[in-house]
């Protein structure tokens, strides 16, 4: 059960207490970005395998989000647990790979237990602890300090401040590798394509576009009337007005009905070649979704065909982006 709640205590000032000491920590790690962090760099570019993290507890924890944001920037990378690893799990770890290993004392048993074996299967060795002088700090290739004044716990005791500092390190390391290749947005969505920005960067029109039967059209011999039928069941608010090889001479479009009405145009008799609109707006199959939507709405319609020169390969609509998770 818990002690009765002290009625003047300040949750707001306990949490500020608490960002003002984890500020401290991460404005002294500032000197620790020095020559060991660049070898640290290099030796990770220049890597032909793997990166391999490890870390019991709460440096696991921040290991694995380290092994997770190196592997979504263009740094292969993957966490092993190290008690794990003492019973079978090293063998994901081959000759050519980088272990970074995290303890915050520097005298993590269970990755101590691995050191030889990691030696003698010449795997690279970065360490990151608040200790140089500890038996990870010492068995390390390269040593990235991790050291802060205090942690924000009270007592000394909970992972707050250290770990906010690993996980900052871990991010300096990402990020710089990430500037050093040239890494884009592009490169990033191909890790990512299940995101917005996956397919904001790598849907194309020909992916979510109606082609084949879907497509609305008629040609230009057919009667207003008849081009009506064919929007109403293809139901995509327009029809493509084309020769039997599909090649568009022009398109009609919900909008271009209203201003028949205004016209007063006869729609038993007319001919849509008298009311359609010639060319038509289209876009390039391997168009960006995302370029084709600001075209949408920079044009202030709701629906493209999609072409080859005149040769009318498909339409995509508006619906069509909000279906694939474009807008």
Avoid: W
């Amino acid at each position: 059960m818990s002690p009765t709640l002290r009625p003047d205590f300040d949750f707001q000032q306990a949490g500020k207490d608490v960002l003002a000491i984890e500020r401290q920590g991460l404005e002294q790690l500032d000197r620790y970005i020095n020559e060991d962090f660049t070898k640290a760099c290099k030796q990770i570019y220049n890597c032909h395998g793997k990166v391999v993290v490890m870390g019991m507890g709460k440096s696991g924890h921040i290991g694995k989000k380290i092994a997770a944001t190196f592997a979504s920037t263009g740094t292969p990378a993957f966490f092993v647990h190290p008690a794990e690893a003492s019973h079978g799990d090293l063998g994901m770890v081959s000759s050519g790979d980088i272990v970074i290993a995290i303890s915050n004392s520097g005298e993590s048993s269970e990755i101590l237990a691995l050191i030889p074996v990691l030696k003698r299967l010449r795997v690279s060795l970065i360490c990151m602890t608040s200790r140089p002088d500890s038996a990870m700090g010492r068995a390390a290739d390269i040593h990235l300090c991790v050291k802060v004044p205090r942690e924000a716990c009270p007592l000394g005791l909970a992972p707050t401040s250290s770990t906010t500092a690993t996980l900052v390190m871990g991010d300096a390391l990402a990020v710089a590798l990430l500037k050093a290749r040239g890494f884009t947005a592009e490169d990033f969505a191909l890790s990512h394509p299940g995101g917005t920005l996956g397919r904001k960067l790598l849907l194309t029109v020909d992916d979510i576009m109606h082609s084949g039967d879907e497509i609305p059209h008629v040609s230009r011999d057919a009667s207003l009337r008849d081009a009506l039928l064919e929007i109403t069941r293809k139901n995509l608010g327009m029809t493509v007005i084309c020769d039997d090889l599909m090649k568009i001479e022009g398109v009609f479009t919900d909008g271009d009905l209203r201003r028949v009405f205004d016209m007063g145009i006869d729609i038993q008799r007319a001919s849509i070649a008298s009311v359609m609109t010639t060319g038509g707006i289209r876009v390039r199959p391997h168009t960006l979704a995302v370029d084709a939507l600001n075209l949408m709405q920079n044009r202030n319609v709701t629906v493209l065909m999609v072409a080859d020169g005149d040769q009318l390969l498909g339409v995509v609509h508006m619906h069509d982006m909000l279906r694939a998770g474009v807008v």
